[in-house]
């Protein structure tokens, strides 16, 4: 039972697991910061407003020892949700359970590791897919010797899910990963055949779970059924204990509601009971959302909600007390068996392109995922999917959860990035320098090799090595990756639906019109995603949206500084900037933004702002100069991209 927890500083962090481990909670998962994620240290430019904003920030040894500062890491079992940079915080966090003198052998958790879904969803990878597949291989190889209680990856479909992976795609994409990994580990020689088994069986997978709770029971038997087979068949395994499904689950964090929050308590404990009703097909460990996500980062009040949920079904509820409760039934074989049928085929497609790494690298995956999303976001704005109190039912009394305002999430204190920064530069201060540089000259030469680069990492460790400077080596080295956007060719089922009278048809002619007296050939917009933030979904589907409106979109795609998102519209001479910022850092990043406009002249250029943006901070935008605000409760992307031409007329005062 676990909860995703870290923020603001190693030690704040440290304090938050120890409240939540004394309130019963039997695991640890580790939210890291995105400049620990995407292999920066806090003074790095991209770094600045997300520093400490969405999980803690690890710059070097002396972080990690202070995050597991009393928690004795040979008891422990502590999942780590970091993927680009896993071998590099696996190496601190064995470091730190050496310094405690826990045995190796004891080490209990799990590494995600899994990089192909970066590319694909949440956009924290820096290196192209074949470095990135030798990191995760080698992390696997050293833990089947070194480790063999760790789970080294975990295959995660769960942002392929919030990314709009259908069930049947969510299932194929992940097993097509698997297959990748598998195959790059027994491919490298690293480990002999007879321990390949031991690889299968440390294999984990992370999954997603709807409210749609009967169909993801009938999901996550399906994914049983074809890991096994494809271990048999593909791998030649026999051991049965090596060829089970093994999965933690996060539920779903996208379909939790700004509007009427209170209705995503009952939608969790639903999303809960999708991995949970089925006896051969429970999740292993399982992690609950607050209440209170679609508004900003929880409270450790939020945090034992959830906690309290996994507690109650576990200890008061008989749900553990029977068999399978779905042994005979017709209505679930056949949904499984259709499940089966549908990925299998679409897992042949993949591995027809040459695997996953083709996949990706041809476009094919992103862009069934931003169609499939595109289509799925058109069914909720029909009214076709029903969602209470956003496109159903929306008559609300007044929340008592939310009448505190901002106080009913937790707040980052600006002053933890300059925090962070000092304390970075007083270990750097403190290292031998020599050590530092030979220990990453040996990283850049095993780099530029082909040896395992782990105990090379371990050594980086111990020198004092800090992330950013580990991750330089490796990206200088490999070169960094800008993964396809999926946008070409991705038409949203509304353009497709779009005969005269519609809503889109209407918005369209809005947009010809206004570029016709402006006395353009089309309208510009420009959709930016400043800092680190890669949960470019909403991004996309409004980017997909304008360009079925008549819009020219432009969109270069995630993790873009200030400056470059000012030089592009600049350059391509844009009617509308749209910035997209769901990390926290929306104050910092639009304010820079904003600033590099004016020093190019275009104080005029119309800027919006989407993201999940507290009420009160919505005022500050729009008072520093932001045309419209719209976070998650603005679901209906047409009538988005309607208010988007409002604010190009009005900014040239069209009438």
């Known amino acids: 039972m676990r909860t995703y927890a870290g923020h603001s500083s190693a030690a704040a962090s440290n304090a938050l697991f120890r409240r939540n481990l004394a309130k019963g909670q039997t695991g640890l998962s580790v939210a890291f910061d995105l400049p620990t994620q995407t292999g920066y240290d806090p003074d790095a430019e991209l770094a600045r407003g997300e520093v400490g904003r969405v999980g803690v920030p690890i710059s070097h040894l002396g972080d990690m020892r202070t995050l597991f500062d009393g928690i004795d890491l040979g008891l422990a079992n502590t999942s780590m949700t970091i993927n680009a940079t896993a071998m590099w915080l696996l190496s601190l966090y064995v470091t730190v359970a050496r310094e405690q003198g826990a045995p190796l052998a004891a080490l209990a958790g799990t590494t995600q590791n899994d990089i192909v879904k970066e590319y694909l969803s949440r956009g924290t990878h820096i290196f192209p897919p074949g470095p990135s597949l030798r990191l995760t291989t080698d992390t696997i190889a050293w833990t089947v010797a070194n480790c063999p209680k760790w789970n080294p990856v975990n295959i995660c479909s769960y942002h392929l899910q919030e990314a709009g992976a259908t069930p049947v795609q969510e299932v194929a994409f992940a097993l097509a990963t698997a297959i990748a990994v598998l195959d790059a580990v027994r491919d490298s020689g690293q480990l002999p055949p007879e321990r390949f088994t031991q690889v299968a069986a440390r294999i984990s997978f992370f999954v997603n779970a709807s409210v749609r709770f009967v169909e993801e029971t009938a999901k996550m038997r399906a994914f049983g059924v074809l890991w096994a087979k494809l271990l048999t068949d593909r791998y030649e395994i026999s051991d049965r204990s090596a060829k089970r499904f093994r999965y933690g689950v996060q539920v779903n964090s996208l379909g939790l509601t700004e509007s009427q929050p209170e209705n995503n308590v009952q939608r969790i404990v639903l999303e809960m009971l999708g991995v949970t009703l089925s006896r051969d097909a429970r999740a292993r460990a399982v992690q609950l959302p607050a209440w209170n996500e679609a508004l900003g980062l929880p409270r450790p009040w939020d945090q034992q909600w959830s906690l309290r949920m996994q507690q109650v079904l576990a200890f008061e509820s008989d749900l553990l007390d029977y068999p399978d409760l779905f042994e005979g ?25 040459g695997g996953v790494v083709a996949a990706v690298e041809s476009g094919y995956l992103k862009s069934a995922l931003v169609a499939s999303l ?9 009214g076709e999917d029903v969602v209470v109190g956003v496109n159903r039912f929306p008559e609300t009394e007044p929340s008592p959860l939310v009448a505190a305002g901002a106080a009913a999430i937790e707040q980052i204190d600006p002053a933890v990035e300059a925090a962070a920064v000092e304390s970075l530069a007083a270990w750097r201060a403190s290292r031998d320098a020599g050590e530092v540089t030979a220990t990453l000259d040996r990283l850049r030469e095993v780099a530029g090799g082909a040896g395992n680069l782990m105990e090379a990492t371990l050594d980086c460790v111990r020198a004092g090595v800090t992330t950013g400077e580990w991750a330089a080596v490796l990206r200088e080295v490999f070169g960094e990756y800008r993964a396809p956007t999926g946008l070409t060719g991705a038409v949203s089922p509304t353009a497709l639906a779009g005969a005269p009278g519609t809503a889109l048809v209407a918005v369209r002619e809005r947009v010809r019109r206004t570029a016709e007296e402006l006395g353009a050939g089309r309208l510009r917009m420009l959709v930016g995603k400043p800092g680190l933030d890669g949960h470019s979904n ?17 969109y270069q795609g995630i993790r873009l500084t200030p400056a470059q998102i000012v030089a592009a519209a600049v350059e391509e001479d844009v009617d509308l900037v749209g910035l997209s910022v769901l990390s926290g850092s929306h104050l910092a990043a639009v304010a820079s933004v904003l600033a590099g406009l004016r020093a190019e002249g275009l104080d005029d250029l119309p800027v919006v702002v989407g993201g999940i943006i507290p009420p009160e901070d919505a005022l500050v935008l729009r008072a520093s100069g932001v045309a419209r605000v719209f976070t998650p409760k603005d679901f209906a992307i047409t009538d988005v991209v309607d208010e988007l031409v409002t604010v190009v007329r009005e900014a040239h005062k069209l009438s």
């Open 538 to 554: 909403g991004a996309e589907q409004i980017a997909v949206r304008a360009r079925d409106a008549g819009f020219e979109v432009v």
């Open 374 to 382: 595109a289509e799925r976001r058109g069914r909720m704005e029909r």
């Open 329 to 353: 039934s017709h209505v679930m074989t056949a949904l499984v068996d259709d499940l089966v049928a549908g990925a299998t085929a679409e897992l042949d497609r993949v591995l027809g392109m």
